[in-house]
């Protein structure tokens, strides 16, 4: 069974850093794309950075591009989000997510149960 | 960037059939994704490749995919659908690679 646990979220202050952890088990993780997406309070789904399985590629959205940053190390399973300078628009609950990649698309087809990041003074 | 557009809420009587609409410019052109999400959870793949069941998904649940909208059909509704539901598509000719809709709350009467 694919399973994502995130971890690492809690309450920051403005300006602020965390890093968010995610452990995949149940499958394979060094052949398999991963994201980040989070969700603001009574807000939709928001993408916000993808690594490929080699670390060669990596994207961020706009909204935390140069304050974040996204790794993993295949060899203990984990995915991380260095986050920087965290500012109010940042809470939200944080999940990671497996990337099935085709030659034409991507999908989310597992996602832990997520971690909340408030930022608060 | 690319936009993806959806009606904000659907409701619809037990028993009965739910259309969820997404819209995008050429969207046929593209793979679209449907998520569902239940208060409190994480979001679940219910449609991937337009129109494809996840392995656990029932048959209830059907997608389609031309011109320029998408379209999740939920037939034969249940309570337990009771949930937001997001459209994606990928879109690798920007740096905003993972697109989602605005969300469709649907609503079981």
């Known amino acids: 069974e694919v399973q994502l646990v995130e971890s690492g979220g809690g309450l920051v202050q403005p300006g602020g850093s965390l890093r968010l952890s995610c452990a995949a088990s149940g499958f394979t993780f060094g052949s398999f794309n991963m994201n980040w997406v989070r969700q603001a309070p009574g807000t939709g789904l928001e993408w916000i950075s993808y690594?490929?399985?080699?670390?060669?590629?990596?994207y961020y959205a706009d909204s935390v591009k140069g304050r974040f940053t996204i790794s993993r190390d295949n060899a203990e399973h984990s995915l991380y989000l260095q986050m920087n300078n965290l500012r109010a628009e940042d809470t939200a609950v944080y999940y990671c997510?497996?990337?099935?990649?085709?030659?034409?698309?991507?999908?989310?087809?597992?996602w832990g149960q997520g971690t909340l990041v408030t930022v608060s003074s | 960037s690319y936009v993806l557009t959806q009606s904000p809420s659907v409701s619809v009587a037990p028993g009965k059939t739910a259309s969820i609409t997404c819209g995008g410019n050429?969207?046929?052109?593209?793979?679209v994704h449907w998520y569902q999400q239940k208060p409190g959870q994480a979001p679940v793949l219910v449609i991937h490749y337009d129109s494809v069941r996840p392995s656990g998904i029932p048959e209830r649940f059907s997608g389609s995919n031309s011109g320029n909208t998408a379209t999740l059909t939920i037939s034969r509704v249940e309570a337990g659908d009771e949930a937001d539901y997001y459209c994606q598509v990928w879109d690798s000719s920007s740096d905003r690679l993972y697109v989602f809709g605005t969300g469709t709350k649907v609503t079981v009467l």
């Open positions: 997510a497996r990337a099935e990649c085709s030659g034409t698309s991507c999908v989310s087809d597992s």
């Open positions: 050429n969207i046929g052109s593209k793979s």
């Open positions: 690594i490929s399985v080699s670390s060669s590629s990596i």
